[in-house]
């Protein structure tokens, strides 16, 4: 099968969406389809499937920016290539985002498939918009959301039915990672962009609590962004106890995972799954996160974790102690984790996302 992918965000900015559409057009190669990418990309991208096709601006969206190019003259480039590339089904992530994927959508002579990843707790501009989304949206033939939660959103506004179908992990990869060589003592880590929705002061808060009475204790932080400065408000003995190791690549975070004990998720709120706590629990850390739609759907409070109020660090702090503090619950939650993931494992989601382009071409036909 040719499969033409589409993402409306940039390609070189990190990015759930974008690691979602990279490792599932890995996957779909692998079992052995033709695929090609389409996104805005600053640069030029490093996979020879994958096309940059505009360049993309920060948009300020769901408590983050959204780097997505919504200038619709790119929509003749698209047209072009899927044209050359002649795909028996376009896979639009987000297609009622002005960018990308709305405009291989508008484009496509093939059918459309649709995956739906937002979990914005509101969107004026949604609302706005909704008359204009639900006609656009009747040209897609199988519409495919990552959660309840991002169903939840998307549906309220251009209604429709829609098959669950989950972010893909590897899990593979994560279970079977060496260590990086962090230093001795305990280590909380955090993964994700240093954003409002994020939580990352919270999670700089919950380890100061923690590291008054817990010398070897430290904060291992994958990730960048405006809230790094949170950090800077610790008492200069904590604050060399913090790690920023910066963005990393996707494809170097196992070994970080591998060397820490607890995973720390306290977003905000503006959740569609959490690919992040599928990630951790694959490589058997205990996760505490919090209790919003989208996580909740992934993690099972006392199970895998803990699910805390969000904003509050003294719930994320009593949490970590538990497990920090136990050895046999944490044993029991990294096992309980390592069994959840496999349902998210890329051997699972991609047979579902096959299925959903099987019946794609049979509604065509």
Known sequence: MRVALTCPYAWDAPGGVQVHVLELGKHLMARGHEVLALAPSRGRPSEPWVRAVGRPVDVPYNRSTAPIDPRPWSIGRVRELLAVFEPDVVHAHEPLTPSTSMWATLSSRAPVVATFHSGAERSRLFDVAAPILRRMARRIAVRIAVSKRAAAFIHDRVGGDFRIVPNGADVARFAEAAPADLGPGSKLLFVGRLHERKGFPTAVEAFRLLAVSRPDLRLVVAGDGQDRDAVELLDPALRARV??????????????????????????????????LVEAMAAGLPVVASRIPGYDEVLTDGVEGFLVPPRDPAAVAEAAAMVLDDRDLARKMGAAGRERSRRYDWAVVAGEVEAAYRDALASVR
């Open 243 to 276: 790690m920023l190791l910066g963005s990393v690549p996707h494809d170097h975070l196992p070994p970080y995972h591998a060397a820490c004990d607890v995973f720390l998720a306290p977003s905000v709120g503006g959740e569609s799954f959490g690919i992040v």
